[in-house]
C-alpha cells in the first residue's frame, strides 16, 4: 500500500493550505483516512480522521479552522487548512487503515507558517 501527499509548503500566519493523500495498492477499502502531524520535539498527534462513511474526528487545536473530506471511489483525503497559526507547523503525515491491525503511513508533507 502506498500514501502519497501533496500540497505542503510555507504559508503567512492566517493563510490556507490544502493537502491531499492518494492511496493505493490495498483490495480492501480504507476504512479510516486521515491526518497526523509532528513538530519538532514533540509526538505525532491526531489532528483529524473521516471513516468510509463520513464519520469524522478533529483534534481540539484545528477544530473551526481545518476540514477533512475524502473520495471513497478515488482513495483520497483532503484537509483543507484555513487560518493558520506558526503552532501548525509539522510534518503531516497521512493515514489509511483497512482494519486494527493494517495501519498505513505517507511519507509526510512539510507545512510551514511564518508570523
Known amino acids: 500500500v502506498q500514501l502519497v501527499e501533496s500540497g505542503g509548503g510555507l504559508v503567512q500566519a492566517g493563510g490556507s493550505l490544502r493537502l491531499s493523500c492518494a492511496a493505493s495498492?490495498?483490495?480492501?477499502?480504507?476504512?479510516?483516512m486521515g491526518w497526523y502531524r509532528q513538530a519538532p520535539g514533540k509526538q505525532r498527534e491526531l489532528v483529524a480522521i473521516?471513516?468510509?462513511?463520513?464519520?469524522?474526528n478533529y483534534a481540539e487545536a484545528v477544530k473551526g479552522r481545518f476540514a477533512i473530506s475524502r473520495e471513497n471511489a478515488k482513495n483520497e483525503v483532503y484537509l483543507q487548512m484555513n487560518s493558520l497559526t506558526p503552532e501548525d507547523t509539522a510534518v503531516y503525515y497521512c493515514?489509511?487503515?483497512?482494519?486494527?491491525?493494517?495501519?498505513?503511513w505517507g511519507q509526510g508533507t512539510q507545512v510551514t507558517v511564518s508570523s
Open positions: 493515514h489509511a487503515s483497512t482494519s486494527l491491525s493494517n495501519i498505513y
Open positions: 495498492g490495498s483490495t480492501f477499502s480504507f476504512i479510516v
Open positions: 473521516i471513516s468510509r462513511g463520513g464519520g469524522i
